[in-house]
């Protein structure tokens, strides 16, 4: 079964420090997202991604943040200058045109030091 | 605002017992409903959902829903509970009609059930 993947599992960086999170969505899927869970805290959205650009992006998603889909496989969340604040798990979906639900990977749990 | 909760942020039922999550909605109209499941070390991953019709639907490892409009809630049931459903639950829901965005489905999340099973 198709499956949305996401690495690294775990990062840790240092702050002030640029991060790339890496996701491969699914292949026949065109709309991308990330969302970020702080620990103890909801599950947020961040960003949506369509026909090559940002589609919708929330308050938390600032000039820090950036996303690209490099390839046309891979989706990329860029975070330049990390803070405390951004220790979180990150979590990436997709979903194709014709479905209302999106599909999730695993996520990859952000720890900045 | 739109908004989504859940009371009972951790529940503990005995291996083989019923069990019920809720979820609470706050919107405009009738949105998209979902449960969620997150494993330890594992990704979010759809149980069910909800559209429109029958307002009792099956998903999947034998959990249902219902909806209710009257009381907006979406509440999870279960009516024998594994040791292997021990996990984290969330509720979210994703606006009725697309956005500008051409069908971009944003989803807004409760804060989640922590549910454990005593064996």
């Known amino acids: 079964e198709p499956e949305v993947t996401q690495t690294p599992s775990h990062q840790v960086t240092q702050m002030g420090q640029e991060v790339i999170l890496r996701c491969v969505p699914i292949?026949?899927?065109?709309?991308f997202y990330w969302y970020r869970q702080i620990l103890g805290q909801k599950v947020e959205f961040l960003v949506s991604f369509y026909n090559n650009e940002i589609s919708e992006k929330s308050e938390i998603f600032d000039d820090q943040f950036s996303v690209e889909r490099p390839d046309g496989s891979n989706f990329t969340l860029k975070i330049r200058s990390t803070k405390l604040e951004d220790s979180a798990m990150y979590f990436c979906?997709?979903?194709?045109?014709?479905?209302?639900?999106?599909?999730f990977g695993q996520g990859t749990r952000l720890t900045v030091v | 605002a739109q908004s989504v909760t859940q009371p009972d942020i951790h529940i503990t039922v005995s291996e083989g017992a019923s069990l019920e999550l809720r979820c609470n909605y706050s919107?405009?109209?009738?949105?998209?409903l979902f449960w969620y499941v997150q494993s330890p070390g594992q990704g979010l991953q759809l149980l069910l959902k909800?559209?429109?019709?029958d307002t009792l639907v099956q998903g999947i490892k034998g959990f249902e829903a219902e909806f209710k409009r009257s009381q907006s809630s979406f509440n999870l049931r279960k009516p024998s509970v594994h040791w292997s459903d021990a996990a984290e639950y969330f509720c979210?829901?994703?606006?009725?009609?697309?956005?500008?965005?051409?069908?971009?489905?944003?989803?807004?999340w409760g804060l989640g059930t922590s549910l454990a099973v005593n064996p």
């Open positions: 919107y405009g109209a009738t949105p998209y």
């Open positions: 979210a829901v994703a606006p009725p009609v697309v956005s500008d965005a051409g069908n971009n489905r944003k989803l807004i």
């Open positions: 292949s026949n899927h065109l709309y």
């Open positions: 909800y559209f429109s019709g």
């Open positions: 979906a997709s979903k194709s045109a014709g479905q209302i639900e999106a599909f």
